[in-house]
């Protein structure tokens, strides 16, 4: 494709996504609780590598023909940190089953899932914070999964790279970076990490940024969002275009929400053709100390730059998450599923105020479920 044909492809995607539902960006996004709770994946009291409780910290789900799919941000030694079962409510652990049945996915961490629109395919991807050709033990860091659902196929990794016995997708580090150069990191930045994944209509896969800094003891949470167009032809998956910064946010110092914040969690909702922005944040070792918020991004919006929407409660005050959001993912029109990582925290024993505390087991991660309207 000439970069003609390429310009003019680009503005037709663009005003097919602008006008797919209409023009919001004006109007108000209300959401309330109408479920929560806690799950588990793996027994209390699991010892992990260094002697410590595993904590479970879920940062991914996707919801497909009233199954789940979750994932977890840390090891879980003994079984997969990536978990399917049915949709029941409330979670059993005994529904869930960890994915096991490929070594390249066992013991992982994960930093989010999306299902593509259309629920062909389903993608998991891990944080990308350790790309190091020095470091080849650091690669498990840097994974890009996809896997056809209909009809079924086992995953694939993409863009494989094999050192030392690790298999990666290390070949795709640079691209991310490349996608970050600023004047100050004009290669790209010594640090970042991916909070989250979605794919959008017209075969577009976005990655949330939420940290960029110089290494992991020193930097700065972001709202960022990268991605590209890909295709998959014989079930090898690419990227057709080069992978660019597509979009980004401050939220409103005005509107007094606590933070600093980091794009945790994105998710594109194809019923009302808007994309989910999930912000978290973590000043502390305390539950008051962890939380987030939620906001929806009309296409229209993504596509021109303007801001999204803080979603409001009926009292029109924001709504607010006393754990850490983790992951997102749609049920219906009106309906979506939160699930969250509260970084080990496990809260107070005494609640006065469950708008921002907690009380959970190390092996329990909270979530919810959100009905959404517009105002």
Not at 8 to 25: K, P, Q, R, V
Not at 78 to 94: M, V
Not at 328 to 356: E, H, P, Y
């Amino acid at each position: 494709m000439n970069n003609k044909t390429y310009i003019l492809f680009s503005i037709l995607i663009s005003a097919f996504l602008i006008n797919c539902n209409g023009n919001i960006e004006d109007e108000k996004v209300v959401a309330k609780v109408v479920y929560s709770k806690y799950m588990s994946c793996f027994p209390e009291g699991t010892i992990n590598f260094d002697k410590t409780e595993v904590s479970l910290e879920l940062s991914g789900v996707s919801y497909y023909h009233d199954s789940l799919f979750i994932v977890s941000e840390k090891e879980i030694p003994g079984t997969s940190s990536f978990f399917a079962g049915p949709f029941k409510i409330p979670f059993k652990r005994r529904n869930l089953s960890p994915i096991s049945n490929i070594d390249v996915l066992n013991s992982l961490t994960f930093a989010g899932l999306a299902l593509t629109p259309y629920q062909k395919y389903l993608f998991a991807v891990t944080s990308f914070r350790s790309g190091s050709m020095s470091y080849p033990a650091w690669d498990n860091y840097n994974m890009l999964f996809y896997k056809r659902l209909v009809p079924p196929e086992p995953f694939s990794l993409a863009y494989t790279v094999e050192r030392n016995e690790i298999y990666s997708s290390l070949d795709l580090y640079p691209k991310f970076k490349k996608a970050l150069r600023t004047k100050l990191h004009k290669k790209g930045p010594p640090y970042f990490e991916i909070g989250g994944i979605a794919a959008i209509r017209e075969n577009y896969l976005l990655f949330a940024i939420s940290k960029i800094g110089e290494n992991p003891n020193n930097y700065e949470n972001v709202n960022i969002i990268i991605g590209a167009k890909y295709e998959i032809i014989d079930n090898e998956f690419s990227f057709i275009e080069e992978i660019k910064e597509l979009y980004r946010f401050e939220p409103d110092i005005n509107l007094n929400l606590r933070g600093p914040m980091a794009l945790t969690g994105i998710e594109y909702d194809k019923y009302n053709n808007w994309i989910y922005l999930l912000c978290s944040y973590n000043k502390g070792d305390r539950d008051i100390d962890l939380g987030g918020y939620l906001w929806v991004l009309p296409m229209r919006n993504f596509i021109l730059k303007k801001a999204p929407i803080l979603v409001e409660d009926d009292d029109g005050l924001p709504i607010s998450f006393a754990h850490k959001p983790g992951g997102i993912t749609v049920l219906d029109k009106n309906q979506i599923l939160i699930v969250f990582d509260d970084d080990r925290v496990i809260g107070s024993d005494v609640i006065i105020d469950n708008r921002t505390q907690f009380k959970r087991k190390q092996n329990e991660a909270a979530y919810l479920i959100l009905e959404v309207n517009k105002k």
